[in-house]
């Protein structure tokens, strides 16, 4: 059981450049997000999905794009990298929100990715 | 409107003294969940203590409990018996049933001085 996985763990694009975000969960969780983390500004939600077939945007979604083929894999997509993309970048999962079972609804966290964009 | 409030963005704590890191929640919604979660300076994020609106005692895991004042929208972290590995940044979150989503704070870095 690899819970999330997250690759790759550090990446330097050139301004413009585009690339993918891989996470991969091995949990069967129907919900999936991406969070990008900045000093001072906690976790914001850039986009989000609920199961394959179905996503939404977050806080911060302008730039990134998602898709949900698969249970499993929620990748996250930067069209054309600028330096305000630098961050790090954490993809996450959890059961849908069920009430009444407690920890349940934790949401587990891949171990991130450092993407620097100069 | 969602949101998590953490107005301690530093705190220091002398070593085997108890903390309490503070946390405030605003929402509409009458059944949610609150958690906490720790994130060392290795960046990983830990799941600490979840808190249920409708549970009646507040939750407790070893050296952690959260004080649950569902009137005041609060919902603190306190870490009894603080340890040198307990320095690191500490996030509270909220889920509310509508949504899935999670609402979190801007983190609160917790210093424990030997």
């Known amino acids: 059981n690899a819970g999330v996985t997250q690759t790759p763990k550090f990446q330097v694009l050139k301004t413009g450049q585009s690339m993918t975000l891989q996470c991969a969960q091995d949990?069967?969780?129907?919900?999936m997000s991406w969070y990008r983390q900045d000093p001072g500004m906690g976790l914001r939600l850039i986009h989000y999905?609920?199961?394959?077939?179905?996503?939404d945007q977050g806080e911060v979604p302008n730039g990134y794009n998602v898709s949900r083929s698969t249970t499993e894999d929620f990748p996250l997509r930067l069209l054309s990298a600028a330096p305000s993309q630098t961050s790090v970048y954490f993809c996450?999962?959890?059961?849908?929100?069920?009430?009444?079972?407690?920890?349940?609804?934790?949401?587990?966290f891949g171990p991130g990715t450092r993407l620097t964009v100069l | 409107a969602q949101k998590i409030t953490q107005t301690q963005p530093g705190m220091f704590v002398q070593e085997k003294e108890a903390v309490t890191l503070d946390c405030t929640y605003d929402?509409?919604?009458?059944?949610?969940?609150l958690f906490w979660y720790k994130q060392p300076s290795s960046g990983e994020m830990i799941f600490l203590i979840y808190?249920?609106?409708?549970?009646?005692q507040n939750a407790t895991e070893g050296r952690y409990s959260l004080n649950f004042q569902k009137a005041r929208k609060s919902a603190n972290l306190v870490i009894s018996a603080s340890q040198l590995g307990d320095s690191a940044m500490y996030f509270c979150?909220?889920?509310?049933?509508?949504?899935?989503?999670?609402?979190f704070g801007t983190g609160t870095s917790l210093t424990v001085i030997p």
């Open positions: 999905s609920v199961g394959a077939g179905i996503t």
């Open positions: 808190q249920g609106s409708y549970d009646q």
């Open positions: 979150a909220m889920r509310p049933n509508t949504g899935n989503q999670f609402y």
């Open positions: 949990m069967n969780h129907e919900y």
């Open positions: 929402t509409s919604d009458p059944s949610y969940g």
């Open positions: 996450a999962s959890s059961y849908r929100w069920l009430a009444g079972v407690g920890a349940y609804n934790e949401q587990f």
